[in-house]
Structure formats: C-alpha cells, structure tokens
C-alpha cells in the first residue's frame, strides 16, 4: 500500500504521542497535520463526526480514530516490527493491562494532578500509586513492557514518560513516580524517551508545556466533573 | 431463602406439592438429592435451574421472594436440574428464576471436572459468569456461536465474591473471566480477540481479516463499552435532573448507534460480527432504560430495534439473552441493595 499517510493531532498530546510512535516504529512516512483545536478542521469533522477528536489517521481514503485503534491498525496494514506479541495469551495481556494504564493509571493520574490540595486529591494519588505498582510489576525487570522492543503497551502507557513535566506545570513538589518506589518505571522511562524511532515523535519539554499552558483552568474543572466517575 | 406464601382457596392438592418442593429445596441444599420423577411436560412453562456445586460462596443478599405455586403442575428433579413445571404463567415466574438460580447449590462429580479445567489439567474453556451480566453474555454468545463448548460457573457478585474469581481477577475481581486450560483472560473485548486469535481455524470469524474493517469494528465496539452500560445505570440509579441528563445522553447514543447501522443487516455489513456481539446483551437493559427514560427503541429507532429482533432470530443470541423482564427485576433488586426507593 502506497498510498499517502496523513495524522491528524496535536503536537504535546499524550494521545496523539502514540499514533505517532506507532507510526515511526513501523518505519511509516507520513504527514504531521496539526489541528488547532479550538477552532477544528472541517477534515477532522468529517471523519470523525462521533468523537472530533485528535489523533485521527488517514490513510488513502481510509479514516481512522482512537488512538489505540490507531496503533493496532498501524500494526496490521503496514509491514515492520510487530507491536502485539503472536501468542493469544500475550496479546489479551497487552490489552488488558493497556486498558489499565488508561483507566486506572493515567485517568486517575490525571485526577491526581488536576485536583486542587485536599482529601479528593491525596485519594487519587494514592489510588494512582496502587495502580502505578501494578504496571511496575509487570515490567518484570524488562527493558520494556513489550519485552526488548517497545510494543503496544509500551506506547499505551507512554503518557507516564513525561509526567514529570506535567507535575511541574500542576505545582506538585514531588514526583509521584519517585526512584524508589518505582525504580523500574523510571528506567522504561529512559528507555522509551531516548529510543531512536520514539524520540523524533517525542514533544520537547518547551512543547509540552505549551500544549498545557492554556489549559490549567479547563484541566481542573474537568478533573472536578470526573471526580464522581 | 424464599418464603412461601399460602392462598387459602389451595387445594389438598398443591398443599402436597408445595410440601414436596419444601422438601425437595431442602433435600438439595443438603446435598441428598435422591429422588426422581419423569412427566408430561407438554404446554406448560418449564422454569428449570442448572443445579450446581460451587458452594464456596456466601450470598450477603437476602432474596426477598415469594415462591408462587399455584399452576404448579409438576416437579422433575435428577442431579443437574430442577425443573418446576406450571400451567398457567405464575405471577412471578421470573421471581422463581432469581431464587433458585442464585441459591441452589449440588453435584460434586461437576466441581471436581471444573476444578480440574481450572488448574489446566483439562484443556477446557471455563467461563466465570454472572447470568445478567451482558459483558459475560459477549463472550457465551461468541463461545456459541463458534460452536466451542464452555462450561459457565455462575459467580457471587452481590455477596462475597468466591475465591476462585478473586485468584482469576485480582485486579478488578469481575467477571467476565475466561479460562483457558488453566490461563485468565479478563475483560470482554479483550476475550473477544482471544477467542478470534486462539481460535483462527474456527468459524464464523467475528472480525474481518481487513485491517480497517478491524478497525471499524474495535472502534465502535469501545464506543459501546464508553456509553450505553454507564449511562444506563445513571439513568435508573438517579433522579430529577441527573435522570434527565441521562435520559438525553442515552438518546445521544442510541441516534449514533442507529445512524452507524444504517440500513445495513449488522454492525459490520452481512455478517454478524464482533460490534453485533458487543451490543446485543445490552439490548436485554433497553426494557428498563425504556422503563426509566420514557422512550421507546422501536418509535425513536426502528432500524436498531429491528436489527435487534434479526440478531435475537440467531440461536445463540436467543438462548443467551436475558428476558428483559428478568432485567428490570434485578434492577429492582440492586435498587434495594442500594437503598433507592422509587
């Protein structure tokens, strides 16, 4: 298949982050079209009319969103390094602990980070701690959750790469992943940022903290009506 | 326990019977299941039980129920069922369904097998089930539709959960779980694509070979898990306003569903597939949303309820599936637990 690849996202999203990752560890060209999300494309409208949101991949005439749906097409429609394990058992793993890194991990996290000081927010850290030594768990010594190459969790969970960051902006004094407490979290953390096909996707720090910059107000009310969910 | 209520028109007769199914419950839960009868068992309602012995569980629940024998016309029992048979249509037929399904417990030759799938000294499928949840429903209909066996062990939810579910599920302890010689899979979709990757030989596939095809499906498929469950619960679970707002999401949902359908047979074009199979056991809770939001399916989206109707003709989609009368009794049943008073 040759026809042109086209990514729809915003630069500094953590979910348009994994379409491009995935994209690069299949060696895909592809073109990088940044939305202005405040003022959407008519492009991204049309083909995402359920959700309108970023990264959507289009590839021909073919539409694809979710950004996991994303990488999983990525995986089946191009050739290079598989990113899903061929073992079944391995592959239902790799999506059922995806699934927890979303939900449990970088949803709460989020929750975590957005809430103002208070009981609420000292629970989601907590709650994200228990999750987070779950994910640390199943690295399992590994260099990544995919084994010796990054694979579909690997890309699922990047979000938590550049937390560190993100506490920055949120005014949080220490790390929620501290060395200690997850030393081989920190580690997949090196990895996967100066991994050679992952780096030319990774945002800078200056990136990231410009996509979040104009967001404060917004990320903490919307942390406030997740609160219940 | 069920509590029986007397009439005082009963006759002689169904005194006897209802004494026999006193004793015949009793004989069960202790395990002294002897007796044996055979019957005529044409034009009457059957509600028969799978009896079965995985007593390692406590219901904290208190199944508050009448047992209504009147119409009973015969009770035929053996190891694995019990089977009550009645004329006419009891007045809480479903009500029957609930007690027994949730309280008889038997048949230590089936534990052992079970226990011996479990440990993955025999190569079956075994799925931990709960049977009004749709997202088990997923993977019995997937299961069935494939024609692979899988032997369903009903699990305490509202109570304390058994230990072999929380060893199987230590991260979210629910169910669906699937075992496979011994191996956990959890979470439906994920066991979806184990069944479409463990089992690539066996037809019907339920996803297409076609990476966007696969991609349409994964993305509606999550689009379903994302809304019609959560907000259905907040539909029957809140009130006034929050009601309200459920209500207008749940038709949000459905008007999306509808409009994706299209005029197509299924989800996925001709075929039944995998986002058909994410969402028919939900379409057994449509009963109560309608119930709950005052709508109705078939006025506001007759494409979706016919398509409905046309997956509920698939034998396995029509064996499966709870009533939704059994549906909206349980919602009556968790309301209770939760303390909500309509």
């Not at chain 2, 069920?2 to 199914?21: D, K």
């Not at chain 2, 011994?182 to 990476?211: K, M, N, W």
Request: charged share 25%; net charge negative; glycine share 8%.
């Amino acid at each position: 298949m040759n026809e042109p690849v086209k990514l729809l996202g915003s630069f500094g999203s953590p979910f348009t982050h994994r379409a491009e990752a995935a994209l690069r560890l299949k060696g895909v060209a592809y073109e990088f079209i940044q939305e202005d999300l405040g003022n959407k494309s008519e492009l991204l409208l049309r083909h995402n009319p359920v959700h309108k949101k970023v990264p959507l991949l289009l590839h021909g005439d073919r539409a694809v969103a979710e950004s996991l749906v994303i990488v999983e097409y990525v995986d089946e429609a191009f050739q290079g390094p598989p990113l899903l394990p061929s073992d079944p058992l391995a592959r239902a793993a790799a999506r059922f602990w995806a699934q927890f890194a979303v939900d449990r991990c970088l949803r709460t996290l989020f929750k975590a980070l957005w809430t103002p000081d208070g009981e609420a927010r000292r629970g989601f850290v907590a709650e994200t701690k228990e999750n987070l030594a779950l994910m640390e768990a199943q690295l399992e010594g590994r260099r990544f959750f995919g084994g010796d190459e990054i694979g579909y969790l690997d890309i699922a969970a990047s979000g938590l790469a550049w937390l560190t960051v993100l506490e920055e902006l949120a005014g949080v004094e220490r790390s929620m992943i501290g060395e200690e407490e997850f030393p081989a979290l920190c580690r997949w953390r090196g990895e996967y940022t100066s991994h050679e096909a992952v780096k030319a996707c990774l945002p800078s720090r200056d990136q990231i903290v410009a996509f979040y910059a104009g967001m404060k107000e917004r990320l903490v009310l919307l942390a406030k009506s997740m609160q219940k969910k | 326990m069920a509590a029986v209520e007397w009439s005082s028109t009963r006759r002689a007769f169904e005194v006897a019977w209802l004494a026999l199914v006193a004793l015949l419950v009793a004989a069960v839960l202790d395990d002294e299941l002897t007796r044996e009868r055979t019957g005529e068992m044409r034009g009457v309602l059957v509600v028969s039980v799978a009896v079965d012995d995985t007593r390692d569980s406590r219901s904290g629940v208190k199944f508050d129920v009448n047992l209504d024998l009147s119409g009973m016309v015969d009770i035929v029992s053996d190891q694995n069922t019990l089977c009550l048979a009645y004329k006419a249509e009891p007045s809480s037929a479903a009500s029957v369904h609930t007690v027994l399904h949730s309280v008889i417990h038997t048949q230590k030759e089936r534990k052992k097998e079970l226990q011996r799938m479990v440990a993955g000294e025999e190569k079956g499928l075994v799925l931990l089930d709960f049977w009004v949840s749709p997202f088990a429903q997923r993977c019995r209909i997937a299961l069935a539709e494939k024609g692979l066996a899988c032997e369903s062990v009903e699990q305490e939810l509202l109570g304390e959960k058994g230990e072999l579910l929380l060893r199987s599920n230590p991260v979210h302890k629910k169910v669906p779980v699937l075992l496979h010689a011994g191996r956990a899979v959890c979470e439906s979709l994920v066991i979806l694509e184990y069944i479409e990757d463990a089992f690539p030989e066996v037809a019907p596939r339920l996803l297409s070979a076609d990476p966007l095809a696969r991609a349409h499906a994964r993305f509606w498929a999550d689009y379903v898990d994302k809304t019609v469950y959560g907000i259905g619960t907040r539909l029957w679970k809140l009130k006034g306003e929050g009601r309200a707002a459920a209500r207008a999401e749940m038709l949000e949902t459905l008007r999306t569903l509808d409009g994706e359908l299209g005029g197509k047979a299924f989800f996925g074009g001709e075929a039944f597939g995998f986002v058909d199979v994410a969402l028919i056991p939900l379409t057994s809770w449509f009963y109560s949303y309608e119930e709950h939001g005052g709508f109705s399916v078939q006025e506001e989206f007759p494409r979706l309820a016919e398509w409905a109707r046309r997956c509920g003709e698939r034998e396995s989609v029509a064996k499966i599936l709870t009533r939704p009368e059994d549906v909206l009794d349980f919602i009556g049943l968790l309301k209770k637990c939760y303390g909500i008073v309509e």
